[in-house]
């Protein structure tokens, strides 16, 4: 279905249509007037923060509706029934208008509406439709429709989004074309107040285009050349806006809405009359004082009282509280290690802490008395509210050495290392760095790319996704220049950096992460709130698919993805896609945010936007599985002095990590069910001539010709997604027949696989001519590999020394081992 939720909020536009029944026969007199429509003209209004968000190329089409018109979730608006119509005006100024010109005979599907039994022609029902076309060429493909359904959002109809008449047309205008003067369509939506059904009135239509009103009854034609189309945002998408009320009445507005379509109330224990209660008199004060300032206070308390991230607020006229809460510092910041201690990160040079002796690493002990454990727990950060505890830690002991520079002084009892205990009293002076250096954006650059990709040193791919709100298009045209580059030189593995994405499109975020997988997967759905029944409703439609692309644009390396406190929303939904069957390994010293929710703004006197979650997202088994708890690393980084000390440095730490992560093959360790399968020896021949991979074609390590020249040990790494045939091979070459049998007379031969012996019998021998050498093959094809870690040895012992007409070969042990690792 088309109903787009940008980060977590409803952007749509999805499929309707048009089909009738068979009572009476209606013809209203418009019917009869003008020769029919050929260019359509509107307007769309828009209020929705995110309606504009990422958009790079915004359409408005000419939607067929043949997906409401069958009820079809699925159904696929066809690329030769889409009619791009001009936008008019700046689509990023509100409203904006268009002009479509109607083709003379479309393109779109038929349908026979009347329901009386008789097989006909039938009809083409169309929406005018808005659009964000993301993928491809400038027509929509299923991507971007969302997978398909029809438009419920920013179309010519109006759509439900009511429980028990879910994603059914009650309003609007259709453009409707009849291939001759002898089809019919419904009147009036009859008594069961749905279109296309056998209940419905009908009537007669003119050969050519209409445009059909059904918000008249009997519904109206009209056949004028140019009629005007307006599109519609649905009421819930639009901004819902408290800002002319007073505050006290604003905040009314806002608590109902909170008590009845805030996501998670039971998930988090939320008593919202007992907040009401407790905050309604400091809005009531505000309102007796006309004091705006004590209006944003209560504001914020409010939101900060409730235990999500996205929960959030325009904090525009508190912003000179934040600079006086925060101007005065100590000169050092805090972190705390992973065995419970709190020690400084960093020292500032020539500041209050470095002064009085304090060294980095310095445990922290207390602040003016306090053990420092109480004073991180009591300290409320501006950047609250936050889902995950684990992030709320961070960001509090960021913000306990943040003063008013009319604290004067702190008593700072610490411990340098190696020393004993000190009480040292340090001034609060006006200083930044060590707050910006406890920032996890600390260097992150505000130019940066949404998608930017390179290949490390080591020879692994990397990707840094910083946004899934920037522009969409950018954003596919590296991604997928990133995959395409990956497969093309056959980089072993890839490392996605998600540390530094505050989120946007989940439908992105989805969409993107499908590139690593081949086949389509539920990911999830979410639950929101119906005013019809005052309950949280999630239809089984609305699940969300990662739909992955073609073939050469899908990644099937080892992939690791790095995580950290700020993944967040969007974010967090790409990061746990890929921990769907296992896909990726998430990497990280901290799990994600843990917003794992829908949001929506809405407006509060003063000029205040304030975002609630109100849809809750669940797994494909209806599992509340992000909010409050994020993505977590299955392998977790220690934070020690240690790695506290390399990050202070410039050192990644997490990307070293990762690195190591993503170099052990997917199947290493796991032990198989049974060793893969030898070919006969027809099989095997016919593989060698066909020209199937030999096992060292799909090995990392490639030696020189000197490497095979001396006894020991060559090593092979082989890893496979999926189970292949492979060619074992061994081959010895000399200059004439004559030396190789000599040389044979020498040389015994040994062949295990997974620690037992392959007997020679089991292998083809083939001599021939190569390069000018003669050569001896022994070989065979191993295939059907169950996952997990295989071996297979090749080992040829000289038992003397061998010259084979050009060089001499000291005796000993010349072995080939080959790690094969099979994806489970």
């Known amino acids: 279905m088309k109903t787009r939720w940008i980060q977590i909020v409803v952007l749509s536009s999805m ?237 009314d507005g806002m608590a109902t809405k909170f008590k009845n379509e805030y996501a998670f109330t039971e998930l988090k224990k939320i008593d919202w009359d007992a907040k009401i209660a407790e905050f309604r008199p400091r809005f009531e004060a505000a309102d007796k004082s006309k004091d705006s300032h004590a209006y944003a206070l209560a504001l914020r308390d409010f939101l900060w009282s409730i235990p999500d991230t996205h929960i959030g607020f325009d904090q525009t006229l508190l912003s000179g509280d934040f600079q006086t809460d925060t101007a005065g510092g100590l000169g050092f910041a805090m972190r705390e290690t992973d065995d419970g201690k709190i020690i400084a990160n960093f020292i500032l040079d020539g500041g209050p802490a470095a002064q009085a002796g304090m060294t980095w690493g310095a445990e922290i002990i207390s602040f003016d008395g306090v053990p420092v454990a109480d004073v991180v727990e009591a300290t409320v950060p501006w950047s609250s509210p936050f889902s995950n505890p684990e992030i709320k830690r961070l960001q509090q002991l960021r913000y306990a050495t943040r003063f008013k520079l009319d604290k004067g002084q702190v008593v700072v009892k610490f411990k340098n290392e190696g020393g004993s205990e000190q009480t040292e009293t340090l001034d609060v002076v006006d200083e930044f760095d060590s707050f910006s250096f406890a920032s996890f954006r600390r260097g992150e650059s505000p130019t940066a790319l949404p998608v930017e990709f390179d290949v490390l040193p080591s020879g692994y791919g990397y990707i840094k996704i910083s946004s899934f709100l920037d522009n969409d298009v950018l954003s596919i045209l590296v991604w997928e220049r990133a995959i395409k580059y990956f497969n093309d030189n056959e980089v072993p593995g890839v490392i996605l950096d998600m540390r530094n994405n505050s989120g946007g499109s989940g439908w992105l975020a989805d969409q993107m992460a499908a590139y690593f997988f081949d086949k389509e997967t539920v990911v999830g759905n979410t639950a929101r709130y119906n005013k019809g029944s005052g309950e949280f409703y999630m239809d089984p439609g609305d699940e969300t698919l990662m739909l992955p692309p073609r073939k050469e644009l899908q990644y099937h390396g080892p992939v690791v993805v790095m995580v950290g406190p700020n993944c967040a929303s969007a974010c967090e939904f790409f990061s746990y896609d890929m921990t769907i069957n296992d896909r990726a390994t998430i990497v990280g010293q901290y799990p994600s945010e843990g917003a794992g929710g829908s949001v929506e703004d809405f407006m509060m006197p003063e000029g205040i936007t304030v975002q609630i979650t109100i849809g809750r997202a669940v797994d494909a088994q209806g599992n509340i599985h992000l909010e409050g708890k994020g993505v977590v690393p299955d392998v ?72 095979f020249g001396v006894p020991g040990v060559l090593n092979y790494t082989v890893p496979l997604t999926e189970s292949e045939d492979l060619v074992w091979l061994y081959a010895w070459c000399a200059t004439t027949t004559d030396i190789l049998n000599k040389n044979f007379e020498s040389i015994n031969l040994k062949f295990t696989l997974d620690g037992k012996d392959v007997p020679l019998d089991k292998f083809n021998t083939e001599d021939l001519e190569n390069g000018g050498q003669q050569c001896r093959l022994f070989y065979t094809v191993l295939g059907n590999w169950p996952g997990g870690e295989h071996h297979v040895v090749t080992t040829a012992t000289f038992k003397a020394s061998i010259n084979d007409g050009s060089a001499d070969y000291e005796p000993g042990d010349y072995t080939l081992d080959y790690g094969v690792f099979v994806k489970p």
């Open 636 to 707: 977790r980084v220690p934070v020690t002095a240690d790695t506290l000390r390399r990050l202070a440095n410039g050192e990644d730490v997490i990307l070293e990590a990762a690195e190591k992560v993503v170099s052990e093959p997917q199947g290493a360790g796991v032990a198989p069910s049974g060793a893969p399968e030898i070919a006969s020896a027809a099989a095997a021949t016919s593989a060698l001539t066909s020209g199937t991979s030999f096992l060292e074609d799909k090995a990392r390590e490639k030696y020189e010709s000197a490497d």
């Open 15 to 251: 499929l309707l249509a048009a089909c009738a029944p068979g009572v009476a026969t209606d013809n209203p007199s418009a019917a009869a007037q003008g020769s029919g429509p050929t260019t359509v003209t509107g307007t769309v209004t828009y209020t929705n923060y995110f309606f504009t968000e990422g958009v790079a190329e915004p359409v408005v089409i000419l939607e067929d509706q043949g997906g409401f018109i069958d009820r079809d979730r699925k159904f696929l608006i066809p690329v030769e029934s889409q009619v791009i119509a001009e936008i008019t005006s700046d689509f990023y100024t509100s409203p904006f208008t268009y002009s479509l010109s109607l083709p003379e005979k479309p393109n779109g599907t038929l349908h026979d509406v009347d329901h009386d039994g008789r097989q006909e022609t039938g009809v083409m029902v169309f929406a005018v439709a808005y659009w964000t076309n993301t993928w491809g060429d400038p027509y929509l493909e299923r991507r971007d429709q969302f997978g398909g359904g029809w438009s419920s959002a920013y179309a010519s109809t109006k759509v439900s989004d009511d429980r028990d008449s879910y994603l059914e047309v009650y309003g609007g205008k259709y453009l409707v074309y009849a291939p001759d003067d002898q089809q019919q369509f419904p009147s009036g939506f009859g008594d069961d107040a749905k279109l296309f059904t056998d209940d419905d009135p009908i009537m007669d239509l003119p050969a050519g285009w209409s445009v059909v009103d059904l918000d008249q009854s009997p519904f109206k034609l009209d056949r004028s050349e140019s009629p005007t189309v307006e599109l519609f945002e649905p009421e819930s998408s639009a901004m819902v806006d408290f800002s002319k009320l007073s505050y006290t009445e604003a905040f």
